[in-house]
Every structure is written in C-alpha cells, then in structure tokens.
C-alpha cells in the first residue's frame, strides 16, 4: 500500500517571501502522480499543481513550482512570493497511473501542512 | 467550471438516527468518492463508485454505505450514527483514468450527539 508523509503540520511564511512544503512517498510503482491540493479556510479543496511520474521535468503553475525526486520519492512544493491568499491546508497526494477502475483511482493523502501567511 | 455540491454545509444528528449525505456533480465524471477529513490524520477514502450502481469500499466503509442510482448523484448513509462518526466528510469526482483531477465539494461538517 502507498503512504504518504508530510512531516510539517505548520509552516510560517511572510508576505512576498518563499516557502517550501515537504512531502515524500511510499511506493513500489514506476508510474504514478502525484497532486498539490490547497483547502482555504472556506473548506473547498483545489488542485494547485500535478506531476506525472514519467515526466522527468519538475511541474510549475505560476507562482507554484514542485521539486521531484523519484529516487528519492520526494515531492515537495515551493511558493514564491507569497501571497494572504495562499494561506490554506496543503495536501500532498499519491495515485497510481495503473487503471482498472476500483480503488485503484483513489488518491491517497497526507496528513496535511497548514500554512500560515505573515504580514 | 466543474461544480460538486453538497447537501449540507453542517449537520447535527443524534447517536442512533440514519443519515443521508448527498453529492452532486454537474461534469458527466464516472467516478464519484466520499473522504472524511479529520485533524491530524488528512484525508480517508470511505467508498468509491465508477458507474451508475458500482461501488468499492475504501479505507475505511465500517459503519457507512453508498447509493449511486444516477450518474450525478452519490449518496453516503450512516446506518445508525455514532459519536465517532462526528467528522468533516468530502465529496468529490474525476474523469474516467487516472490523470485526472479529483474536483471536491465543499464539505459537510456533521456532528453526531
């Protein structure tokens, strides 16, 4: 079964700096990806950003960039200057790229890092 | 845009009473999930359904079950709830195939006397 670790329950960070959230994985698949999922006090959960296993290059969105390490099965996730809004539950989540409908689909998550924004 | 909605935003319900949490989603997505969200311990997969009728437990289903009898609508029933149960629970649905993006509801924060 894949497990997923996020070793950080709180982060600081002030505005327009940069923070990065850890996560790392646990798996013996070779192809899988992996998900970013922001939750603002409001509770609506959003997709900030994915990777796919296979890919080799680190995905960014705007502001939001991961670093991969599949050697390493780590997954982390950098927010460059930051913003009030970015304040938010961080989840970092597994899903496996092998379909056969079922449970494979699910997305296993961690536990979450809850990201403070400063003025 | 994707929208899932949830029936309620907050419930509170007796130990004993049956409850009925309703998703709905207006994206034609297959797939349909109910987590529940606690402190400490993230997201847990409850059940899964992939079709009209179709479902899989997930993590953890003791004291749950689902209804799917249209595409849109995914239902969560506790049998008989209990104090324990007292959780934030979320829907959410995804596209056929694994590279899909699961959308999310906006939760129903239930708590059970």
């Known amino acids: 079964a894949q497990t997923v670790t996020q070793s950080q329950p709180e982060m600081s960070v002030q505005e327009a700096e940069t923070v990065t959230l850890s996560c790392t994985y646990d798996t013996s698949e070779s192809d899988y990806y992996l998900f970013w999922y922001k939750q603002p006090p409001s509770r609506q959960m959003i997709l900030v950003i994915r990777?796919?296993?296979?890919?080799?290059q680190n995905a960014t969105e705007n502001r939001f960039s991961v670093n991969f390490q599949k050697a390493a099965k780590s997954f982390s996730l950098k927010i460059s200057d930051s913003q009030l809004g970015d304040a938010a539950m961080y989840f970092c989540a597994y899903r496996s790229a092998l379909y056969v409908g079922g449970t494979a689909s699910k997305l296993t998550f961690g536990t979450g890092t809850r990201l403070q924004v400063t003025l | 845009d994707v929208k899932v909605t949830q029936s309620s935003r907050y419930l509170v319900k007796r130990t004993g009473e049956k409850v009925f949490l309703e998703c709905v989603q207006d994206?034609?997505?297959?797939?349909m999930f109910w987590y529940r969200q606690d402190p400490g311990l993230g997201l847990r997969l409850i059940y899964f359904s992939y079709d009209v009728k179709m479902k899989e437990k997930g993590d953890i289903p003791e004291g749950y079950s689902v209804s799917r009898e249209k595409k849109e609508r995914f239902s969560l029933i506790l049998e008989s709830a209990s104090t324990n149960q007292t959780s934030m629970y979320l829907c959410?649905?995804?596209?056929?195939?694994?590279?899909?993006?699961?959308?999310f509801g906006p939760g129903t924060r239930l708590t059970v006397t």
């Open positions: 994206m034609d997505h297959e797939n």
């Open positions: 990777q796919e296993a296979y890919k080799q």
């Open positions: 959410a649905s995804s596209g056929s195939g694994n590279r899909y993006e699961q959308y």
